[in-house]
């Protein structure tokens, strides 16, 4: 399954097989779906249960889980470096299982807010680690294959999330959404340490020394290529998060439709699990490069023609739908192919370089989506014209990154036979 080395080819790579590696790296990840979007239709409730003033406040139960999985992502990675990836991916799943108990017994909104972040700091861990796992076992092209298919079937969270959130609200108070969540963290925590092998090999394991993080830090930075591309992923990564922060108001206030949210909201969601699926089966093909760049050029065209459509007054639920489906299509090839891009170089200290690129990411996104969110003044404007200037600022770092020239293929004919010869098909 490992197309590095042959020294990779033993018993404990093997001992699960590519299908359920890649179902379990997706129930991982997806566990910051979980923590996010069942939350969307239950927040005016929680609102008006802990007395949020403010509409745009309630935001805070999302962003602030975004700050706190920035700050988990750059800690975990390098200790997933130094101690292995399966015992410090088993401990921080635990403790956010506690964490989301704790927002569940939440008896205030300033206590909700303190375990909302608490939960996405120990959720960062679930996310960088598994990077750092794929990245052990795969890299470049083949690496954006594997990430598209994990996304492919993580996308069906969000799809059902809503969902799976307002069914709650019909049967039981709001905690119940935490208490839920708990069960499943506890679920994905017992499958993961039943079946996930250690994938970080002992040559590859790196001390917890300041100079030697600090060196591989300088390296990251130093790549321009690497860099270029962890700045343009939180960029535009920072339209997805003013989409989730804002998209429960959005159907609510703007446009009174909160009755099919949670299928608007899947088919929205469910346009990124076509282009993931799409960029799995094409991206070895073409490159990640070429594919990743075309989507961020048209996510740029699509919200210049979303924001002249909402000027001219002619936006509607139908429109916004539609567009919102083309920019979240768009999204899905950038986001795992800026992902596999960004990681190529660092085979070893992938999880300090997994690390940084999920702190950087996360944190310039939660900066900027939290702006376009906040921003919110009863119209769809502030979202269409947020998402296309970060998806102009994103497409100047992708030129920076590429020293003006798009659409390259780098290494291609040195990969494609070792790619041929080793990716499960």
Known sequence: MSQTSPRHHDE???AIGFAEFVMLCAALMATNALSIDPMLPALPTIGRDLAIAQPNDRQLIISLYFMGLSVGSLLFGILSDRFG??????????????????????????????????????????????IGIIRDRFHGDAMARVMSLIFTVFIIIPVLAPSFGQMILWFAPWRWIFWVLAILGAAITSWMLARMPETLHPENRLPIAPRAIAASLRAV??????????LASGVVMSGLIGFIVSVQQIFFDTFHASGIFPLAFAGIAGSMGVGSLVNSRLVQRFGARRMSQSALIGLIAVNLAHGLIVLAGWEGLVSFILFQSLTMLSVAFTASNFSAISMEPFAKGAGVASSFQAFLTTIISVIFGGAIGHGFDGTTLPLTMGIFLCGTIALLLVLWAERGRLFTRPGHAAQRDRVSESVPR
Do not use: D, N, P
């Not at 410090?88 to 506690?98: D, E, M």
């Not at 930075?221 to 962890?230: E, F, K, L, N, P």
């Open 85 to 130: 990836r399966k015992s410090v991916l088993g401990a921080t799943l635990a403790l956010f299982v506690l964490s989301t108990i704790a927002c569940a017994l939440s008896q205030s909104f300033a206590m909700l807010l303190a375990a909302r972040m608490c939960a996405g700091f120990f959720a960062g861990g679930a996310r960088v680690i598994t």
């Open 221 to 230: 930075v130093a790549h321009r290529s690497a860099i270029g591309y962890m």
């Open 12 to 14: 404990h790579s093997e």
